[in-house]
């Protein structure tokens, strides 16, 4: 009988596994999502929209009041009254007949009536101006024609003058002592004189 002796195999089959490295798994640490909130929430902040500018074309016709809110402009025909706290601009084909009560005018065509505006007034080297002009600043290129007077500026007021004080009527002045036992009157006592007796010569007493 035969023994099979099995003595160490050197194969690569027979080699243990080289040992891997561990690996550490990181985990990922989630960030917890907030839950939405109902209540009150503050409200969008709003853009003013821009300020919105009238015109008028050149084929408009307008007899009677104007008014309006934000900018005028007129390039056409106008004949009454234009009031506005707004600005007015007058286009080189406009032709106003009318009273202009307005912030600003700004005049590149003509204009026949009084202007009147709280801050200023600008003729421009085309505008032509028959009235009276009261405003502010006033600002004349040149070339420009204006026919009429014109206030510019604010007068400053003048402070009233002050009163004098009431003067005390003048007293006299105190009289000395001596002067006025000089003009005292003085009462003077006349004695009657007694009659003297005589004695004649020759007359037995």
């Keep these: ?5 099995i003595g160490n195999d050197h194969s690569a089959a027979s ?24 209540g009150a929430q503050p409200a969008p902040t709003r853009i003013a929209p821009p300020a919105t500018r009238n015109v008028l074309s050149s084929d408009v016709e307008i007899k009677g009041t104007v008014k309006f809110t934000n900018d005028l402009v007129v390039d056409g025909k106008i004949e009454g009254e234009i009031f ?29 009536g009084n202007l009147t505006a709280t801050d200023r007034v ?8 028959v009235g009276d002009i009261k405003a502010k600043t006033l600002s004349i290129e040149a070339g420009a024609i204006f026919v009429g007077k014109s ?10 003058p002050a009163k004098a ?5 003048a007293q006299a002045p ?24 005589g004695t004649l010569l020759g007359t037995n007493t």
Excluded at 1 to 5: I, N
């Design 151 to 160: 206030t510019v500026g604010t007068p400053a007021q003048v402070p009233a």
């Design 174 to 197: 105190a009289q000395t002592p001596a002067q006025t036992t000089a003009q005292a009157p003085v009462k003077a006592t006349v004695v009657p004189e007694t009659p003297k007796q």
């Design 1 to 5: 009988m035969f023994k099979k002796v």
């Design 165 to 169: 004080p009431a003067q005390a009527p």
């Design 84 to 112: 506005s706290d707004g600005n007015l601009i007058v286009g080189e084909n406009a032709r106003i007949k009318a009273e202009v009560k307005t912030s600003t005018v700004v005049v590149y065509g003509k204009v026949h």
């Design 122 to 129: 600008e003729l421009k080297a085309s505008a032509e101006v």
């Design 15 to 38: 080699r243990p596994a080289p040992s891997l490295p561990e690996v550490h798994r990181q985990e990922s640490h989630a960030v917890p999502t907030p839950a939405p909130s109902y």
